[in-house]
């Protein structure tokens, strides 16, 4: 699930591994207090970051499936409009 990003910005796959390094170290409980809770901001900031891409994919998906969703919704009007009956649209005139 990598994606491209710019140098220097990290994706969602080595955020999340960061994010579970930093989960592990603070279960071993060989941190001191201030270590643990710099480890803790440290978290929560990847945990942020990690959120707000997820956000942006979600996004990105929900648009496509929309485009989709319109897309397949014009092929069917179409369809129906082609397999319109002929006869029928005749059998509606006014006889006159």
Known sequence: MTSAK???????????????????RLEE???TV???IKA???GMN???KCKSML????????????KARRAMEDVKVQNDSDNADPQSEQDDEVPW
Do not use: F
């Open 6 to 24: 710019p140098s220097g910005e990290k994706t969602l796959d080595e955020l999340i591994r960061d994010l579970e390094s930093q989960v592990d």
């Open 29 to 31: 409980g060989k941190l």
């Open 34 to 36: 201030d270590e643990s």
């Open 40 to 42: 803790y901001m440290e």
């Open 46 to 48: 990847t945990a942020i």
């Open 55 to 66: 956000d942006a994919m979600n996004q990105k998906v929900t648009l496509a499936r929309e």
